[in-house]
């Protein structure tokens, strides 16, 4: 099982309705290729139709290799479907794989939880209710903040996934000498090196 997520970041109702053509996307190549996908959660974006983020669940043998070939960042080329006359033309996802997070390699007297209120871009649109969590790994230091999903289980559920993502990476950061990077990653959208680039309203790659 592979959890994939889409997320528009802190972006504007354009990368919000690319979200939603990635989440179409990548379940039609998993039915094509034989992979169960399914839209566990969502949050919804300014326009209708449109979402800020997305978690869904592959299983299969190729769901692993689906994961990876959406991984990273990932840019349309086009006119905004809302402000057709707005000059950029340039919008981008990210797209981030998660293992669940079912055998933990800590307990649970280690966490530390806080509800927050989730943040928005110029202190607009932000969540009113605290969905957002907070986590803290107190052996460690790490402290994960996950806020793109509507409820406060499923963020509490993305937050212990990012942990034991990051978790596995410091221990090969030891070994590699790259743990300053690693201590200080977040959920951030790059934006280029886009990992597939996608134009025009029939989203073609």
Request: charged share 25%; net charge neutral.
């Amino acid at each position: 099982m592979i959890w994939v997520q889409v997320t528009s970041g802190v972006g504007p109702a354009e990368c919000q309705w690319v979200v939603t053509k990635v989440l179409e996307r990548i379940s039609r190549e998993a039915e094509a290729r034989g992979v169960r996908c399914e839209l566990i959660s969502t949050s919804e974006g300014e326009k209708w139709g449109a979402l800020r983020s997305g978690l869904l669940v592959l299983e299969g043998d190729e769901a692993a290799g689906l994961a990876g070939e959406w991984e990273g960042t990932i840019q349309w080329i086009g006119a905004s479907p809302y402000r057709p006359h707005h000059k950029r033309k340039n919008w981008f996802v990210g797209v981030e794989v998660f293992e669940p997070p079912e055998s933990a390699a800590w307990s649970e007297s280690e966490l530390q939880w806080e509800a927050v209120r989730s943040s928005g871009p110029g202190g607009q649109k932000v969540n009113k209710t605290n969905s957002a969590v907070r986590l803290m790994h107190v052996p460690s230091g790490i402290v994960i903040v996950a806020q793109e999903e509507r409820s406060q289980q499923q963020n509490r559920r993305l937050a212990l996934a990012r942990l034991s993502r990051l978790m596995e990476q410091r221990a090969q950061a030891k070994v590699a000498g790259a743990q300053q990077e690693l201590w200080g990653q977040h959920h951030t959208l790059e934006r280029g090196n886009a990992r597939r680039v996608f134009r025009g309203e029939g989203f073609r790659e």
